[in-house]
């Protein structure tokens, strides 16, 4: 029997072992699964949306955000658009506060419609103005066009009358 192994068999056992070491690495780290990332939207069964049956202005509150309530336990009182309820806190009615908040408003966009008609006066001011001098500015290219074109033709004149005589005094 031969002492020694052989280099390309001691390589061969070498490589074995050393993807072997790798593939029980990979194992371990639990990622050789298929993947995929998605999305969604885990919903939490014991918290819901809560809307009144009809408009108008939340009086009491008798729930706080977060507490356990019961089924058809009264969450909020709301007074009808044509109530005039008090606010409970400065004691003022609701419907004079809104209206005094809409006349508010209303003000508010009555001078902003201003400043916009001053600030499209002043665009339609500078357009013209813009304008206008572009207008200058082609009747001065227009003008130096002119003028070049006499010169050219002066020039060209010139030269020949300067070729004429230069050949009559040969």
Excluded at 111 to 122: I, M, P, V
Aim: with cysteine; net charge positive; hydrophobic share 40%.
């Amino acid at each position: 029997m031969p002492d020694k192994i052989p280099p390309g068999y001691a390589g061969l056992c070498l490589s074995i072992t050393f993807f072997t070491v790798i593939f029980i690495l990979i194992l371990t780290q639990g990622r050789y699964g298929k993947q995929e990332m998605v999305k969604g939207l885990i919903r939490n069964e014991s918290f819901f949306r809560v809307a009144a049956d009809r408009m108008g202005n939340v009086l009491d509150i008798y729930a706080e955000e977060g507490q356990a309530v019961k089924k058809g336990a009264p969450l909020f009182r709301i007074a009808l658009p044509w109530q005039d309820a008090t606010d409970q806190h400065n004691g003022t009615s609701m419907t004079k506060e809104s209206i005094s908040r809409l006349r508010q408003t209303q003000s508010e966009l009555q001078r902003e419609g201003l400043s916009l008609e001053k600030e499209l006066a002043d665009l339609i001011k500078q357009k013209t103005a813009f304008f206008s001098s572009i207008d200058q500015n082609i009747s001065k290219i227009d003008g130096i066009e002119k003028d070049y074109l006499l010169k050219k033709k002066s020039w060209l004149l010139s030269l020949r009358i300067m070729k004429n005589c230069c050949f009559q005094n040969r």
